[in-house]
């Protein structure tokens, strides 16, 4: 994984909000070129199941 080509975005797990530790989970997926961290295997299948979905959940606005 290369950091510096991927936007880290919010640490919270897109699927149920949870904040996430990324140094603490084994549980993360890519999805156009941004990492997003889960708190659970479960959640993480949900969002590689449909990653649009939740992934404009977790869009942070600056």
């Given at each position: 994984?290369?950091?510096s080509k991927e936007k880290i975005?919010?640490?919270r797990d897109p699927?149920?909000?949870?904040q996430i530790n990324p140094d603490l989970t084994?549980?993360?997926s890519?999805?156009?070129e941004k990492i997003y961290y889960f708190c659970?295997?479960?959640c993480k299948?949900?969002?590689d199941d449909e990653p649009s979905k939740y992934a404009e959940n977790?869009?942070?606005e600056d």
């Open positions: 994984m290369n950091v975005m919010d640490n699927v149920c909000g949870l084994k549980h993360r890519t999805y156009d659970s295997l479960e299948n949900r969002f977790n869009e942070r």
